[in-house]
């Protein structure tokens, strides 16, 4: 059984000049554990996605949602909005693009870890969360965790709030972590550090992970499987390494010659805009 | 040679203390090439790109430009002769003023042309990009973000510069937009003849369209090459580490990255 499911999903958001249609019917799933992107460009749909498997969404006026939403067993339209409120940061996380502004700057990180283990755990002291907090940050290589404890965000670097935040996503040991562009703020050699250490933390714990990118060498490297989205609709899924080898459908094809090599080879001549994008979506072998 | 870097270091106070932006950096760029700056952030490339367009002195060393030594203050002729495109074609372009009427502006400012022939020359410098001219009468708001940075493009061509200062160009677009973008500079870089500094945290893109490399770290030039040359064989570790951590999509790319780069 899957952990996600997600089958039709569709979204649109209603202006003051008419409805606008943004997710057309988006069906996605990720098994236990599985590790799955979901890449896009820009407008394409792929962060409102999450904000609504997260429920953010949904508490916005004018935003019209359908479609089912199975989450390890449960559709999350049948829970009052108290329980799905309890899922966040419990069952599923999410961490952002951009660390140093997901974080609180007037309290210090040690305050703020309290905070999210306390939904794990209500009645959990001070002096037990910095224990378990030092514990988890030296998971993801926070060699000085006294001190990343009591400074606050704006003292620490980039890379070191990416890892902060990774910490405390997993510090409830969710069954999903829905991942936003993470490490698309950093440099690339923290980039590459970053998303090895969270492959190895997610692997060790068996969290399933929904990554959002739009960097296709970062989704070549992280994920089992990949789902490409282009304007609200998905147009291919298979395993990352066959839609990498093979890509089928028309716009996935340009984006991966779009990508300039680092092996050179020029730049290529590609529209943004072709009637075969629109083509019917391709699944590569039987979807799991 | 079209510009002599020499010497050239910046220092900044940061409340108390001093910040060592740049240290002694020497380096030229050549009339017709492509020369990629590239680093992380604080490797001091963009501290380099300010210096050169005169937004700021250096604290130590000269520029030389054409011959000359660029003064502190620049005359309307310097700016004229280096521009510069933003990574955020939107903030670079006056919201309130059409496409046109901002490429209008700067071939005004710099009397370029007769003024009878100037919203021709508007037009044609849109195709050269390779917008409608029909765009001249719209808002920076109603055009796209690679669309914005075609004009921005432009502005730098409407002055006939001499040098223009990339800063990021593409980093901010999609990948699909950025292919199109990068190879019209390429296009027009070769067509006319133009140079190029351009800033850059991203190898793949450094790979296909400069001439010559040269690495910064925390402020220091580590090393510098032909393209070809030093993606064959980096001698710094700092470049081998950059090499190693870009993330690639394809088997070939990755054997590169396995031999050349040093993994993170």
Same mark, same amino acid.
């Given at each position: ?71 390890? =067993? /449960? ?24 660390? /140093? ?10 305050? !703020? ?6 939904? =794990? ?8 969360? #910095? ?44 069954? $999903?972590?829905? %991942? ?35 960097? $296709? ?23 990352? %390494? ?10 996935? #094809?340009? $984006? ?6 680092? /092996? ?25 | ?28 760029? *050549?009339?017709?090439?492509?020369? %990629? ?29 054409? =011959?000359? *030594? ?25 919201? #309130? ?9 700067? $071939? ?18 849109? %195709? ?33 510069? #001499? ?23 390429? !296009? ?61 999509? /394809? ?14």
């Amino acid at each position: 059984m899957s952990l996600l499911d997600i089958q039709d999903l569709r979204l649109s958001f209603n202006l003051w000049s008419g409805p606008v249609n943004v997710l057309h019917g988006i069906s996605l799933r990720i098994g236990k554990g599985e590790r799955v992107a979901l890449v896009g460009e820009s407008g394409s749909g792929k962060s409102v996605t999450a904000r609504i498997v997260l429920g953010l969404l949904q508490e916005m006026r004018g935003a019209q949602i359908s479609g089912r939403i199975g989450f390890d =067993g /449960t559709d999350l339209a049948s829970l009052a909005p108290r329980d799905r409120r309890d899922l966040r940061g419990r069952e599923m996380s999410m961490i952002f693009q951009d660390p /140093t502004s997901s974080l609180n700057p007037v309290f210090r990180i040690g305050r !703020q870890f309290h905070e999210v283990l306390r939904r =794990g755990q209500p009645s959990i002291d001070a002096a037990a969360a #910095r224990e378990i907090a030092k514990k988890v940050l030296a998971e993801v290589s926070i060699e000085q965790p006294d001190r990343v404890l009591d400074n606050y965000a704006f003292q620490l670097s980039g890379g070191m709030n990416q890892r902060v935040m990774i910490a405390m996503a997993l510090a409830n040991r969710p069954k $999903l972590l829905l %991942a936003d562009e993470p490490g698309t703020a950093l440099d690339v050699t923290v980039q590459a550090q970053t998303l090895r250490l969270m492959h190895q933390l997610v692997s060790d714990h068996g969290t399933a992970v929904l990554f959002i990118s739009h960097n $296709l060498g970062v989704v070549r490297e992280f994920a089992d499987r990949t789902y490409v989205i282009y304007r609200g609709r998905i147009v291919e899924s298979g395993p990352t %390494a066959m839609v990498f080898e093979n890509p089928a459908h028309a716009y996935t #094809r340009a $984006l991966m010659a779009a990508q300039p090599r680092l /092996t050179g080879g020029g730049l290529p001549e590609i529209a943004d805009r072709d009637g075969a994008f629109s083509d019917p979506a391709f699944h590569h072998g039987v979807q799991a | 040679m079209i510009l002599e870097i020499q010497n050239v270091s910046k220092q900044f106070d940061a409340g108390g203390h001093k910040v060592q932006a740049l240290s002694e950096v020497t380096l030229q760029v *050549e009339q017709g090439e492509c020369l %990629a700056i590239v680093g992380e952030s604080g490797s001091g490339k963009s501290t380099l790109a300010n210096i050169v367009l005169g937004l700021y002195p250096p604290s130590h060393g000269r520029l030389i430009f054409d =011959g000359k *030594e660029l003064p502190a203050q620049r005359s309307l002729s310097h700016r004229r002769a280096i521009q510069l495109v933003q990574q955020n074609p939107l903030s670079a372009l006056n919201p #309130r003023r059409s496409i046109g009427a901002s490429l209008r502006l700067a $071939l005004d400012v710099h009397g370029i042309g007769p003024k009878a022939g100037r919203m021709a020359r508007v037009q044609e410098l849109l %195709a050269d990009v390779g917008l409608d001219p029909a765009f001249a009468n719209r808002p920076p708001a109603a055009l796209s973000g690679g669309q914005r940075q075609r004009v921005a493009i432009a502005r730098a061509l409407a002055c006939e510069s #001499r040098l223009i200062v990339l800063d990021e160009p593409t980093s901010a677009l999609d990948v699909l937009v950025q292919a199109q973008v990068l190879r019209l500079l390429d !296009q027009l870089r070769r067509a006319r003849g133009l140079t190029y500094l351009f800033i850059t945290h991203d190898l793949g893109v450094v790979r296909n369209i400069a001439n010559r490399v040269a690495v910064f770290q925390r402020g220091q030039l580590v090393e510098t090459g032909m393209s070809e040359a030093l993606f064959a064989a980096p001698s710094h570790p700092y470049t081998r580490s950059l090499i190693g951590a870009v993330p690639v999509i /394809t088997q070939d790319e990755k054997a590169f990255r396995d031999r050349i780069g040093d993994p993170q």
